[in-house]
């Protein structure tokens, strides 16, 4: 999926990387083109706990397909939270409880995707 934002960007959904779960985390990947800058990946990896919490906020359910729903969900909203704010955009984040502890509105979108 793509998004266009206010500063012209375009962020895509590449699909996920297999076997990070060894990691104990889901590794959704994304392309960023922003104008005037060169595209960039970046890998969005939602760990076990903070998929856990994200399935709870949405009604409880655990089924094996949420860690994958969460993760491009996740990514989703805090790429679009980065590029918003213009923020730097690392080639590598890690979406942990914590972060979206710091970023109660990010859970909220994730919550709002996975419905």
């Known amino acids: 999926m793509a998004t266009n934002l206010e500063t012209q960007a375009d962020i895509r959904f590449e699909g996920f990387t297999p076997g990070t779960d ?8 994304f ?3 922003i104008d005037g800058l060169h595209a960039r990946e970046t890998a969005v990896q939602l760990n076990d706990p903070a998929a856990k919490m994200i399935a709870e906020a949405a009604g ?18 805090i790429l679009e939270d980065l590029v918003s704010r213009g923020a ?16 109660p509105g990010l859970l ?4 709002a995707a996975l419905s």
């Not at 060894?22 to 990947?29: H, S, Y």
């Not at 909220?108 to 919550?111: A, E, H, M, P, Q």
């Open 22 to 29: 060894i990691w104990g985390t889901t590794q959704a990947n």
């Open 108 to 111: 909220d979108r994730v919550k």
């Open 31 to 33: 392309l960023i083109r």
């Open 88 to 103: 730097p955009v690392a080639s590598t984040i890690v979406a942990s409880r914590g972060y979206f502890e710091e970023n």
């Open 60 to 77: 409880g359910e655990n089924p094996p397909e949420i860690p994958e729903r969460a993760a491009h969900g996740a990514g989703q909203a």
